[in-house]
């Protein structure tokens, strides 16, 4: 199958990504023909299309390289002012995911990663509003809502992930919305119509810098396994936010060893000094 590719990169060439690399002075990423999973100064991320072995060199989709490599060369800027919205999952009769061990469910744990995170941001110069801060029901729409009559400048939604019953699954995960022309990692039960664009596309290059600074961090203050920077279209509260926007799943609720860790308060600590440490 011939990829997709909007009109105006209809003649460009794949890129060999090594070459590239070096000369942007970015280091050498993993990368291996046949394989959308790429590691890019050792964070796994996610491209659209597998890449190629072209004469030896392993080569990459153009809208790929736009996408993902080249917002690596940009430092993140914050929003002035420094208003984010904090999304914590679920609430009310929308429990979210069962916790494999105690009789606890996602929609506890969100709310409380948000409410250890709030103070921290705030002593960074944050204005921090939460979409809920008890365990009412929200409509994803409500959600975007919030975000919109705060002006926030970024939106940063807290899951927790579940594969049950497979209980291997295991790992941090980060989401932003996908860029038009791309496939999605994850489409679940949704068309991925490779040719949608959505209001938050016009943060595509932002979202993956946040995304990344956020994964980068968690991974560092967890220690929890990396399962990659990815992106998806079925994410209702993603695609209609009007700034950077990202979804961050903390690990995996079905999943012995880290239910576990999730449902110690040290943990999800860490998990609200990861995402702090991702936006000083
Ligand atoms: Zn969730």
């Known amino acids: 199958m011939v990829p997709p590719l909007p009109a105006s990169n209809d003649n460009e060439p794949w890129t060999p990504i090594a070459l590239w690399c070096r000369a ?3 280091p050498t990423p993993e990368i291996q023909a046949g394989s959308r999973a790429v590691k890019i100064g050792g964070i796994t991320h996610y491209l659209g299309f597998e890449p190629t072995d072209q004469g030896g060199a392993i080569c990459i989709h153009p809208l790929d390289r736009i996408k ?21 999952g679920h609430g009310g009769v929308q429990a ?17 990663w948000a409410l250890r995170l709030r103070p921290l941001l705030e002593a960074q110069g944050w204005t921090v509003h939460l979409t809920r801060t008890n365990d009412c029901e929200l409509s ?5 809502r919030v975000a919109e009559t705060q002006q926030a400048g970024l939106f940063i939604s807290l899951h927790f992930n579940s594969s049950f019953p497979n209980t291997q699954a295991h790992g941090l995960e980060t989401y932003c919305l996908t860029p038009c022309g791309l496939t999605s990692t994850t489409t679940r039960a949704y068309a991925d119509d490779t040719t949608a664009t959505f209001p938050n596309n016009q943060h595509d290059a932002a979202n993956v810098v946040l995304a990344r600074r956020i994964h980068r961090h968690l991974l560092g203050a967890t220690g929890t396994a990396d399962r990659g920077i990815r992106r998806a ?15 961050v799943e903390g690990g995996f609720l079905s999943n012995a060893e880290e239910s ?16 702090a440490r991702a936006l000083e």
Request: hydrophobic share 40%.
């Open 96 to 112: 979210g995911s069962r916790c494999l061990t105690g009789n606890r469910f996602e929609k506890e744990f969100t709310l409380d």
């Open 260 to 275: 576990q860790r999730i449902n110690t308060p040290a943990y999800r600590q860490r998990l609200a000094e990861g995402v």
């Open 68 to 88: 993902t490599f080249e917002p690596l060369t940009l430092a993140p800027t914050w929003p002035h002012p420094r208003i984010l919205v904090l999304d914590p």
């Open 24 to 26: 942007k002075g970015l």
């Open 233 to 247: 279209r079925f994410m209702d509260v993603l695609r209609g936010q009007n700034r950077p926007a990202v979804l």
């Open 140 to 144: 994803l729409a409500d959600r975007v």
